[in-house]
């Protein structure tokens, strides 16, 4: 297991008029669950996209076990995802 920290991620698409994800800060420790919920568009697939490295971030940064992940490919990641569809 490893610690995954968001500090003040900030994800906008195309032309940035909007923030998707605005100042998201989360610390999740070794072992511990975190269930994302909120209503249709809020955002929770675009931030696991942003943590998998599918989507680029806009600002702020991705830590895993203390290690800037901000700017690294998918693969090198070491993040499995499941798709909901
Ligand atoms: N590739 C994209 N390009 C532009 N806008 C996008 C893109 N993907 C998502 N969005 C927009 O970002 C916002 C968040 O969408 P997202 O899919 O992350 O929400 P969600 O919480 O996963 O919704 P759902 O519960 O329906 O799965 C929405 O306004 C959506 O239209
Ligand atoms: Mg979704």
């Known amino acids: 297991m490893a610690t995954l920290e ?17 100042n998201i800060e989360i610390s999740i420790d070794s072992g511990e669950f975190l269930i994302l919920v909120g209503p249709s568009g809020c955002g929770k697939s675009t931030l696991m996209n942003c943590i998998a490295g599918l989507e680029d971030i806009s600002g702020g940064a991705i830590l895993v ?21």
Do not use: C, E, H, W
């Open 6 to 22: 968001l500090r003040n991620v900030n994800k906008s698409y195309g032309s940035g008029l909007v923030d998707t994800l605005k």
């Open 65 to 85: 076990d203390d290690q800037d992940i901000s700017g690294m490919s998918p693969k090198d990641r070491d993040i499995a995802m499941v798709f909901q569809s």
